[in-house]
T-cell receptor, first 110, second 114 residues
Framework: GQSLEQPSEVTAVEGAIVQINCTYQTSGFYGLSWYQQHDGGAPTFLSY????GLEETGRFSSFLSRSDSYGYLLLQELQMKDSASYFC???????????FGAGTRLFVKA | NAGVTQTPKFQVLKTGQSMTLQCAQDMNHNSMYWYRQDPGMGLRLIYYSASEGTTDKGEVPNGYNVSRLNKREFSLRLESAAPSQTSVYFC?????????????FGQGTRLTVV
């Protein structure tokens, strides 16, 4: 079967670092994507990990461990505009479709 | 630079009515998707089309049909709308379903069934 687990909510202060964890189970696995969605908006792509390790894109980094079926998104130097929902989305075989979970709602406080 | 365009943006239907949600992309992408998003449920895949001429069911296909009209367009049809289909619907596209490629989303259709 397929499953995804992310924390439902995370709260952090402006300027801090926050890590959003994701564990997944899919029928086959290609890689793990992360998307950001602001209230009322469409999801937008943040990063993709096809291999184990850390990928860095500016203030955001994403990590993958295939052996642990685990990944995380790291947001540094948090800004108020980072308040949004963050979705991990594993891409698996069996149709190669990308599955999204319920997401993690991040609240950034001043 | 339109990307993925969905129409309409808002719609109210009565139970039992039918309608078609339209989606078009101008990025020459092979793969297209329809998701629905309900509060606290994240995005759930309804149907997808890996390439022109093919469609497959996702997680929640019941009550929906799709048509991949051509490479650009992928429509979602509700034959007999039900209140449980009240949701925000997102169309997305990506270059290739088996490649490391990001999905681009439309701005969504907010559908209410009364």
């Amino acid at each position: 079967g397929q499953s995804l687990e992310q924390p439902s909510e995370v709260t952090a202060v402006e300027g801090a670092i926050v890590q959003i964890n994701c564990t997944y189970q899919t029928s086959g696995f290609y890689g793990l994507s992360w998307y950001q969605q602001h209230d009322g908006g469409a999801p937008t792509f943040l990063s993709y990990n096809g291999l184990d390790g850390l990928e860095e894109t500016g203030r955001f980094s994403s990590f993958l461990s295939r052996s642990d079926s685990y990944g995380y998104l790291l947001l540094q130097e948090l800004q108020m505009k980072d308040s949004a929902s963050y979705f991990c989305a594993p891409k698996g075989t069996g149709g190669f479709k990308t599955i999204f979970g319920a997401g993690t709602r991040l609240f950034v406080k001043a | 630079n339109a990307g993925v365009t969905q129409t309409p943006k808002f719609q109210v239907l009565k139970t039992g009515q039918s309608m078609t949600l339209q989606c078009a992309q101008d990025m020459n992408h092979n793969s297209m998707y329809w998701y629905r998003q309900d509060p606290g449920m994240g995005l759930r895949l309804i149907y997808y089309s890996a390439s022109e001429g093919t469609t497959d069911k996702g997680e929640v296909p019941n009550g929906y049909n799709v048509s991949r009209l051509n490479k650009r367009e992928f429509s979602l049809r509700l034959e007999s709308a039900a209140p449980s289909q009240t949701s925000v619907y997102f169309c997305a596209s990506s270059e290739g379903i088996s490649l490391n490629t990001e999905a681009f989303f439309g701005q969504g259709t907010r559908l209410t069934v009364v």
